[in-house]
C-alpha cells in the first residue's frame, strides 16, 4: 500500500531538547515537503527536498533542521523546540516534475512542547 | 507569490443541503488545482483535482471547476452527509520554481443530522 509514515504521531516535550520526527515513503517519491498546520494559518510549508541531498527552506524554517541521505526517508529535527513550535505537523511525498500528481500526506505529528 | 483564498468557516449545515465552499487563487503560470480533505484526526487525502482550464474534477459526489478567468475552483456537492464532516484545503501546485503546493487555511465544514 502507498503510503507516508510518520513517528511518532503524538509526542510531548520539553523546551530545549532536541528531538526528531521520522518520515519515510514507499512511492519512490522525489519530491518530500514538511509542514506545520496552526489554526487560522492551514499549512506552512517548513522545508522541503527535490531529491536525495537536495533540501531547502520553505516559508517557516527558523528552528527546524532536515537532511535527506536516503530517497524513503526525511526527517524533521528540532535542535532546541520552543513553546512557539507547538503545532500539527505533516509530512509529504509527491513526485517532481509532475504538477499535476498530488501530493501523499502522513497521518500527522501532534507536537507539544511546554 | 502564489496564494490560495477561502473562508476558514466553520460552515454548518444540515443534511442534505447543498454545500459550496469558495476557493480563489493567485498564480502566475498554469497551476493545477486541488481540493483535500482531513478527516478528525487524520492527514490529508485529495478529494479531487483539476489540471487546466474547465475542466471538472469530481469525486465522491463533490465537484470543482478549473475557471481560469475567474481564478477560482469552488467546491459543490448537491447533499452533504454527516460523513462529510471534515476539514477542506483548497490548494495549487505551479509548473514554475520548486513546484511547492500552496494551500488555504482550510474550510471546517460540519454537519448536522
Known amino acids: 500500500e502507498a503510503q507516508v509514515t510518520q513517528n511518532p504521531r503524538y509526542l510531548i516535550t520539553v523546551t530545549g531538547k532536541k528531538l526528531t520526527v521520522t518520515c519515510s515513503q514507499n512511492?519512490?517519491?522525489?519530491?518530500m515537503s514538511w509542514y506545520r498546520q496552526d489554526p487560522g494559518l492551514g499549512l506552512r510549508q517548513i522545508y522541503y527536498?527535490?531529491?536525495?541531498?537536495?533540501?531547502d527552506k520553505g516559508d517557516v524554517p527558523e528552528g527546524y533542521k532536515v537532511s535527506r541521505k536516503e530517497k524513503r526517508n526525511f526527517p524533521l529535527i528540532l535542535e532546541s523546540p520552543s513553546p512557539n513550535q507547538t503545532s500539527l505537523y505533516f509530512c509529504?511525498?509527491?513526485?517532481?516534475?509532475?504538477?499535476?500528481?498530488?501530493?501523499?500526506f502522513g497521518q500527522g505529528t501532534r507536537l507539544t512542547v511546554v | 507569490g502564489d496564494s490560495v483564498t477561502q473562508m476558514e468557516g466553520p460552515v454548518t449545515l444540515s443534511e442534505e443541503a447543498f454545500l459550496t465552499i469558495n476557493c480563489t487563487y493567485t498564480?502566475?503560470?498554469?497551476?493545477?488545482l486541488f481540493w483535500y480533505v482531513q478527516y478528525p484526526g487524520e492527514g490529508l487525502q485529495l478529494l479531487l483535482k483539476?489540471?487546466?482550464?474547465?475542466d471538472k474534477g469530481s469525486n465522491k459526489g463533490f465537484e470543482a471547476t478549473y475557471r481560469k478567468e475567474t481564478t477560482s475552483f469552488h467546491l459543490e456537492k448537491g447533499s452533504v452527509q454527516v460523513s462529510d464532516s471534515a476539514v477542506y484545503f483548497c490548494?495549487?501546485?505551479?509548473?514554475?520554481?520548486?513546484?511547492?503546493?500552496?494551500f488555504g487555511i482550510g474550510t471546517k465544514l460540519q454537519v448536522i443530522p
Open positions: 509529504a511525498s509527491s513526485l517532481t516534475g509532475v504538477v499535476n500528481t498530488e501530493a501523499f
Open positions: 512511492m519512490n517519491h522525489e519530491y
Open positions: 490548494a495549487l501546485r505551479n509548473s514554475g520554481g520548486y513546484q511547492k503546493v500552496t
Open positions: 527536498s527535490m531529491n536525495v541531498e537536495v533540501t
Open positions: 483539476a489540471t487546466k482550464a474547465d
Open positions: 498564480a502566475t503560470g498554469y497551476p493545477s
